[in-house]
């Protein structure tokens, strides 16, 4: 017991530093999650169909989410390293560069979402009544994306620069509204009509506005330094893209461009495997639609180990500390792994109480059950895979090995299994979910040794 608190004495600053980096993250994700659940169970409450419908629509945005994964955790990579050598010119000219990003890609999921909803929703399923009403959900909520992708780039350089707590309080103030207006929209309260899934769409658009509006306001007033002379204003994006080295835009696109091909990889295999499930049938789909908040619940905590893991890691390796960047990785990694099986057993013990709210079908329950024992156990491979990538392998550059390790994890380990169990063997949605999960274990052995190499040390700005 005495060399327990001895340890902790010893490693006060380096754990003050981690709570104040990441627990911020970790509670807006905690909220954003704990949003998506509210939204789930308050479109549960209109059938299986609308659940199926909003959840397989999701998965769209959810590849533009996996874009802006790139676009954000580019910036965040260049901001970090920057922050740590202290170069707060370099800092405007890459988060301009994300930005102009972020209005590019969000415009063009936007044109297609309104151009063709349907045909976009039946690539996810083959059911026409989810195929009409999820084309009504996304061609509304379309219209968020464009504020959501410049909230979340802007985000991801204020806590590079290890400012975490303007990004949680526009998250806040985006999940009370989006929140209420759900209610409001969605059930015809307060003298509104009665809107269902476009009333989520709704709600989703407002919040996501006002949460951008916050979080460009509360940077300016808190953080002046990047607004103010000689740098000149930080959101004329244009001038700053254009009077970036071409060094630093070589240098940015690469590690952008592989991130976002990575995440494209791995969000095009998850929604094959969605498609996978919806085509067993639309209880598979529901089943694992209501899943996935309560996954994503599961590993909130991680979000912000990764987070602050990647701030101190990136801060280190621009600083040009190597072996403080190793050490600072390696006590991240350890944390993740003892917390992920305590995270795993209470998902375990607790799943039925999640699952109670949901008015769904019993088919529906018994698969989103097995679907959760699955999680739980693999929980561990889950988050320490994730914190090993976006908190160690990106902050230091090391973004192909990743885009190689998921191709080969997603297609041609999890996608075959998928195939095989689903339609060859035709095993129940657990143990579909199952094998796919064992891609999971593939990837946290190669991280291991990818890790302790120490080649996935890069100084992306040094000589800039």
């Not at 802006?68 to 260049?78: E, I, P, R, S, Y």
């Not at 698969?367 to 392998?393: D, H, P, Q, R, W």
Request: glycine content about 8%; overall charge positive; some cysteine.
């Amino acid at each position: 017991m005495h060399s327990i608190f001895a340890y902790f004495e010893r490693e006060k600053d380096f754990y003050r530093t981690f709570i104040k980096l990441g627990v911020p993250v970790a509670l807006q994700n905690f909220l954003a999650a704990s949003l998506g659940l509210i939204d789930n169970i308050m479109v549960g409450q209109l059938g299986d169909v609308p659940i199926a419908s909003v959840g397989l629509a999701n998965q769209y945005y959810f590849i533009l989410f996996l874009v802006m994964q790139g676009v954000g955790g580019g910036t965040a990579l260049f901001v970090s390293q920057f922050w740590g050598k202290k170069n707060l010119v370099q800092i405007r000219k890459v988060i301009a560069l994300g930005l102009a990003l972020s209005i590019i890609f969000s415009f063009l999921f936007f044109l297609a979402a309104v151009i063709a909803p349907r045909f976009i929703m039946g690539i996810f399923s083959a059911d026409r009544d989810v195929i009409k009403l999820g084309g009504v959900f996304l061609s509304i909520v379309a219209i968020s994306y464009m504020p959501m992708c410049l909230n979340f780039c802007v985000a991801a350089a204020l806590r590079s620069m290890r400012e975490v707590h303007i990004p949680l309080q526009a998250n806040i103030l985006g999940i009370l509204i989006n929140t209420c207006l759900n209610y409001i929209l969605i059930f015809g309260k307060s003298g509104f009509p009665a809107m269902g899934v476009a009333g989520a769409a709704i709600a989703t658009v407002i919040a996501q506005s006002v949460a951008l509006l916050y979080i460009c306001l509360r940077a300016y007033f808190k953080m002046p330094v990047l607004f103010h002379k000689p740098a000149g204003r930080l959101f004329h994006t244009g001038k700053r893209v254009f009077s970036v080295s071409k060094d630093l835009i070589k240098r940015f696109v690469i590690q952008t461009g592989t991130m976002i091909g990575k995440d494209l990889i791995w969000v095009i295999g998850i929604s094959v495997y969605m498609a996978i499930y919806a085509r067993i049938s639309t209880d598979a789909a529901a089943a694992v639609n209501i899943t996935s908040v309560v996954r994503n619940l599961s590993v909130v905590l991680f979000a912000g180990i990764a987070n602050a893991s990647s701030i101190l890691v990136g801060n280190s390796i621009g600083a040009g500390d190597r072996q403080g960047a190793y050490a600072y990785a390696a006590k991240f990694l350890k944390i993740t792994l003892f917390l992920g099986v305590i995270f795993g057993i209470i998902l375990i013990l607790t799943r039925y109480l999640f699952l109670m709210p949901y008015k769904v079908s019993v088919n529906v329950f018994s698969g989103a059950s097995g679907v959760m024992l699955v999680f739980g156990i693999a929980l561990v491979f889950y988050v320490y895979n994730m914190v090993a990538v976006m908190g160690v392998m990106r902050p230091g550059g090391d973004n192909f090995f990743c885009a190689i390790m998921d191709t080969i994890a997603v297609w041609f380990i999890g996608l075959p299994l998928a195939l095989l169990t689903a339609f060859v063997w035709k095993f129940p949605l657990m143990w579909v979910f199952a094998f796919i999960s064992t891609q999971e274990v593939f990837k946290a052995l190669f991280l291991t040794w990818r890790f302790k190499s120490k080649k996935w040390i890069h100084n992306l700005v040094h000589g800039i």
